[in-house]
């Protein structure tokens, strides 16, 4: 069986190609240097010639409030661009399974929690990060488009806040977990007396550690086969607040914590419901705490090598 990785060296994509190599599949990842994925002809081209049993969508054009907020037409363009030309590309080649990956911002701001798949769509969104919500939601439509119109077996997984290795930890375009650990390792190295935070740290907030999300992707190939996106997450929240103070004590800081509360914070809370998935038989394994330690022993290790996406 041969895998397409798309995204192949990000967060996401890195994590699903260690797993499949593992495990012994015949992997071809994707990145900037092997396709142009904005190039329709290109990405029609490589698949026809790669024939995959499966592709994986793990590219995107992702990263946090700011730099949503500041460029949503970049954020929904790319991601349409993208997803459109590797769903055309699966077509032509007649590839078997596909897998589109999108992310939990597509629900409502304020969903019920816990956020059950059939939610999507039933109220206004989080305006921060909207037109990539809006392209993710296009993702999971056409996929439904394909399968009802060519009975393609695509499926479409829906991961809460990601982490760990090869993150991205710049400051102005990283998710919060990364750009946390990144400025308490700084401050804790430069020994400052004080970290200031965005926000008042009260919003809730689901993690999961990439090397999970690989293992469910590697279930949902073989048992998921729905037009209904699925949610994939722990089921465990916490508060911006204790997020901090678990990544400060790991990372050994003792100064204070400030909080700007003049900063945007994004939505209130956000926790999936993951029954549908549970009952595939997959379960995280990694801890918080522990893939947290880990990728900050990775960012540490990295850093100093000059390996680290600032």
Same mark, same amino acid.
């Given at each position: 069986m041969t895998i397409v990785v798309a995204g192949s060296t990000g967060l996401v994509g890195s994590a699903i190609v260690?797993?499949?190599?593992?495990?012994?599949?015949?992997t071809v990842g994707i990145n900037r240097s092997v396709v142009d994925l904005f190039d329709k002809e290109a990405t029609s081209n490589f698949i026809l010639e790669t024939k995959p049993t499966v592709i994986i969508d793990a590219a995107a054009r992702v990263g946090?409030?700011? +730099? =949503?907020?500041?460029?949503?037409?970049?954020?929904?363009?790319?991601?349409? #661009?993208?997803?459109? @030309? /590797?769903?055309h590309a699966a077509h032509n080649a007649e590839v078997p399974k596909f897998v589109f990956l999108g992310s939990s911002c597509i629900y409502p701001r304020d969903a019920a929690q816990p956020i059950k798949e059939e939610y999507l769509m039933t109220g206004p969104?989080?305006?921060?990060?909207?037109?990539?919500?809006?392209?993710k939601?296009?993702?999971?439509?056409? +996929? =439904?488009?394909?399968?009802?119109?060519?009975?393609?077996?695509?499926?479409? #997984?829906?991961?809460? @806040? /990601?982490?760990?290795?090869?993150?991205?930890?710049?400051?102005?375009?990283?998710?919060?977990?990364?750009?946390?650990?990144?400025?308490?390792?700084e401050a804790t190295n430069e020994n400052q007396s004080s970290v200031t935070l965005w926000g008042s740290g009260n919003p809730r907030r689901e993690?999961?550690?990439?090397?999970?999300?690989?293992?469910?992707?590697?279930?949902?190939?073989?048992?998921?086969?729905?037009?209904?996106?699925?949610?994939?997450?722990?089921?465990?929240? /916490?508060?911006?607040q204790e997020l901090a103070s678990v990544i400060s004590e790991l990372t050994g800081f003792k100064g204070e914590i400030l909080w700007d509360t003049s900063r945007s914070e994004g939505t209130p809370r956000k926790v999936l419901d993951v029954q549908r998935i549970q009952?595939?038989?997959?379960?995280?394994?990694?801890?918080?705490?522990?893939?947290?330690?880990?990728?900050?022993?990775?960012?540490?290790?990295?850093?100093?090598?000059?390996l680290v996406r600032k």
């Open positions: 260690r797993l499949f190599e593992k495990k012994g599949f015949q946090g409030i700011a +730099v =949503n907020d500041q460029h949503p037409v970049e954020f929904l363009t790319d991601n349409l #661009l993208i997803q459109n @030309n /590797l769903m969104l989080e305006k921060t990060n909207s037109a990539y919500a809006i392209a939601i296009a993702g999971i439509e056409l +996929v =439904n488009s394909y399968r009802k119109e060519f009975g393609h077996k695509w499926i479409s #997984l829906m991961p809460t @806040n /990601l982490y760990g290795p090869k993150d991205n930890f710049n400051l102005e375009s990283s998710h919060v977990l990364p750009a946390l650990i990144r400025k308490f390792v993690f999961l550690h990439v090397d999970d999300l690989a293992i469910a992707i590697e279930i949902s190939l073989e048992k998921y086969d729905s037009e209904l996106h699925m949610n994939v997450g722990s089921g465990e929240d /916490l508060t911006i009952k595939l038989g997959w379960t995280p394994k990694i801890s918080l705490r522990d893939g947290i330690q880990s990728t900050i022993d990775w960012y540490k290790e990295n850093s100093e090598i000059g």
